[in-house]
């Protein structure tokens, strides 16, 4: 199940590219003052889906390599990264693709590390990286706030429609998450940052964003109908036709042993 959803993302990426969030530009210079990135730093991505970070990325100036599982994904992210001669983005299996020769100053994965198989995923970093190298992971947390009231009642679509649905689930708060990093201190030093933005949606643009995530797309139609559509009634007929929703976003930097 786990592979098939990986590659659920590239049926639509046109929609990705619209509705997903950029990342806080904060968060950018967090990673950038981190690594020293610059013109000439050598960076490979992990699932840069349609280049919601690798935009940011090679506005720095720096030599990226992107490897993307799916084609219609990659194809947008070229466009979107056309003015930017030193990054280009590879169509392939990630655990698959041979590393290139000379290693890489950072390897970053933004809201993509989880599908990477735990057993391989550090050892592949190691690899890729210079002794002294950077991995960057961004986590992204759905998180209590923006439209409290709508997130407690939508909770009721998701019971009836997704029966994958924990009953009574509610979001935390930001205190209340954080990623578990022990397995990322086998690679080095481990540094989290966090970063939080709060984006108001229009109905549609909500539906649309739903529709980027791979639970959602891997429902049933005519479920995914039914979700979709009493959460479009619940904003239009008891929020005003917009609900805001709040990301936490997680900056983790692992600096690579050079024992590793």
Known sequence: MTASLRG???EDAELYDRARPSYPPALVRALAAHVGLGPDSRVLEFGPGTGQLTVPLAELGCRIT???LGPSMAAVARR????FPHAHVEVA??????LPR???????AATSFHWLDPETRLTKAAD??????TLGLVITHHT???SRDFFVEVQDCYERWDPATPPGLRQSTDAETATDTRELEAL?????LRFAQEITYTTQGYIDVLLTYSNHRALEPSARQGLLSSIRELIDTRHGGSVTKRYLHELILVRRSGGH
Not at 80 to 83: E, H, I, S
Not at 93 to 98: K, L, M
Not at 188 to 192: A, F, L, T
């Open 8 to 10: 659920i993302f590239d």
């Open 66 to 68: 992107a490897v993307e």
């Open 80 to 83: 979107n990264l056309r003015a």
């Open 93 to 98: 299996d990630f655990e698959q693709w041979p």
């Open 102 to 108: 000379e290693p890489f100053d950072l390897m970053v």
């Open 128 to 133: 890729a990286l210079r002794p002294d190298g």
């Open 144 to 146: 209590a706030g923006g």
């Open 188 to 192: 080095g030093r481990v540094e989290s």
